[in-house]
């Protein structure tokens, strides 16, 4: 599952230790509501529970919301950036 249709990001559901599964869109609801990799930790770990996940669970959690986060910036910057438009060349500059 993606974050959002222009998105390149594909996040899986995750399997913690104690078997319980984090679906795909619950971890993208996350992502998309919360503001920082803390917030997303204090998420996770105030509905599982921090013994519920080994190290490698919450760092792929972590990962989705960084690509996410970094694809985000990305486009963002490329919308400012095609929002100003192109530079019009000054016909009278040459003379």
Do not use: C, H
Not at 43 to 72: D, H, I, P, R, V
Not at 75 to 80: D, G, I, P, R, S
């Amino acid at each position: 599952m993606s974050p959002s249709e222009e998105s390149d990001v594909i996040i899986d559901d995750i399997k913690l230790e104690d078997g319980r599964v984090i679906s795909s869109a619950e971890t993208v609801g996350a992502i998309l509501n919360t503001e920082s990799e803390k917030e997303l930790e204090e998420f996770f770990y105030g509905k599982y529970g921090e013994n519920a996940f080994k190290a490698g669970e919450m760092e792929t959690l972590k990962k989705f919301w960084q690509e996410y986060s970094a694809e985000k910036k990305e486009l963002e910057a490329e919308a400012e950036t095609g929002a100003e438009g192109p530079e019009e060349e000054d016909p009278l500059a040459g003379l």
